[in-house]
């Protein structure tokens, strides 16, 4: 069908300068865009205080989901991470919060693909 596409300006990191992109692909859960062609998905989508590092930020993100996912579908045997040799506090205290709810807190390293540090926590009652 003919259908008319709404394009909106943006910022091609690849290339260095501005590209046309479909409106649809640029707004999560923006209202008027009901001739969607795409699946809405907050993948990626990141902020931070530069344009750098929500890049960063958006790119570890996508990194967390596809190793969570690729572990969980593939029903992956993971090793298992004792909370208790990590040497942040506050990674203690969270453990001992969960627990004072009757929740095991367990975590799990997750890196499938990449060799970049992903791990994925469950809180088990």
Do not use: K
């Not at 060799?115 to 926590?121: D, E, L, S």
């Amino acid at each position: 069908s003919d259908r008319e596409i709404p394009w909106v300006r943006g910022w091609s990191l690849r290339e260095g300068q501005t590209v046309l992109v479909p409106e649809v692909l640029t707004y999560y859960h923006a209202p008027g865009l009901e001739n969607r062609f795409v699946q809405e998905s907050s993948n990626g989508c990141a902020s931070g205080g530069a344009l750098e590092e929500a890049v960063y930020f958006g790119l570890m993100e996508v990194v967390e989901r596809d190793a969570f996912l690729l572990s969980w579908y593939g029903q992956a045997a993971l090793p298992e991470i004792d909370p208790r040799t990590s040497r942040r506090p506050a990674t203690r205290q969270m453990v001992d919060r969960l627990e004072m709810y009757g929740y095991e807190a367990r975590f799990f390293d997750t890196r499938i693909s990449f060799p970049i540090p992903v791990v994925t926590g469950v809180a088990v009652r």
